[in-house]
């Protein structure tokens, strides 16, 4: 069984929608992430929280919104998708501590949610 | 340039052999780890096994093991006895130093390759 839990596994939205996709974690992490992955590519980085703060966000559309209301929440707020964004949306967590040893810690995944764009 | 190299689209393992999926790696940190994931068609990604790059032996986990040949940056997975439910996508994937923030901690990167896709035959 993941630690890492997202809901709703899967979300059909039309482009004038507003959906969130939630993420929870009970692994004491204080790094979450989230990954956009299209058919049959590698998981490409959308944004990181360390310590419930946005520390990461590669250059994604605004019409995507990341919060982190705790240390084991992280929604992503969905406004006036493209059919281009349907994929599937995965969210990790990992300790994150200060110094240089961290680079040693795994991300943990979610079973990921898929998001068709209609 | 690619951080992460899998030059391997698609491997096909007859059940019970054993079989090794490439992974080339560049960068100029000499702190780093690198990762295996498999991600069946279900969608999860499930974490493998870890390499450190400081670590002198070759990690094992199980049936995994990670041919690490540091000179060579190379990190290869070798499935020992496969079993139909190791049919998946599997991926290599490397973390770097961190990013440093002072007012929030820190948070890693990871990196991945493009994918190997796995199958097992009966």
């Known amino acids: 069984d993941t630690e890492v839990t997202q809901t709703p596994k899967h979300l059909v939205m039309g482009m004038t929608n507003k959906k969130s996709l939630k993420c929870e974690q009970h692994m004491g992490h204080r790094a979450m992430y989230w990954y956009k992955q299209k058919a049959k590519k590698p998981p490409e980085l959308m944004f990181v929280y360390s310590y419930e703060k946005l520390s990461i966000n590669e250059s994604v559309p605004s019409r995507f919104s990341p919060e982190c209301p705790n240390s084991s929440l992280l929604n992503l707020h969905l406004h006036a998708l493209q059919p281009e964004d349907s994929a599937l949306y995965l969210c990790?967590?990992?300790?994150?501590?200060?110094?240089?040893?961290?680079?040693?810690?795994?991300?943990?995944f979610g079973n990921g949610t898929r998001l068709t764009v209609t | 340039a690619q951080k992460i190299t899998q030059t391997q689209p698609g491997m096909f393992v007859q059940e019970k052999e054993a079989v090794t999926l490439d992974c080339t790696y560049d960068t100029s940190d000499p702190s780093y780890g690198l990762f295996w994931y498999k991600q069946p068609s279900s969608g999860e990604m499930i974490f493998l096994i870890y390499q450190g790059s400081y670590d002198q032996q070759n990690a094992t986990e199980g049936r995994y093991s990670l041919n690490f040949q540091k000179a060579r940056k190379s990190a290869n997975l070798v499935i020992s006895a496969s079993q139909l439910g190791d049919s998946a996508m599997y991926f290599c994937a490397m973390r770097e130093p961190l990013i440093q923030n002072s007012s929030s901690g820190s948070a890693r990167q990871l990196t991945f390759g493009s994918g190997t896709q796995l199958t097992v035959l009966p």
């Open positions: 990790a967590s990992s300790q994150a501590v200060q110094g240089a040893l961290s680079y040693n810690s795994p991300l943990h």
